[in-house]
């Protein structure tokens, strides 16, 4: 009995959490606005949209830096360490 009341709760929830992520995972397609596509405003295939960007760099990019690799990677090791160390010595 138990396990018939697990799988209509699974049966339940099955057709909602689809419909949900099929909804979250078409809507930033939805949003977005192309010629001639929905969401284009006009009959004649959209709308003339014209932007300029200048951005100034004044190096390297932070990701670039050796350093700062290496202590990405030593945090990581240092966390994988302590997560897969279970104390260690055991009490015979």
Known sequence: MNSLLKRART?????????????????PVL??????GAGGGTSSGGTDVS???TTTSTGVEW???????????AVFL??????????GRTNP
Do not use: C, D, E, H
Request: charged share 0%.
């Open 11 to 27: 049966a339940v929830w099955t057709l909602p959490a689809v419909m949900l992520n099929a909804f979250l995972l078409s809507a």
């Open 31 to 36: 949003a977005q606005t192309g010629a001639g």
């Open 51 to 53: 932007t300029s960007t």
């Open 63 to 73: 990701y670039g830096q050796w350093w700062i690799w290496a202590v990405g990677v």
């Open 78 to 87: 240092i966390i994988v360490i302590a997560l897969t160390n279970r104390g």
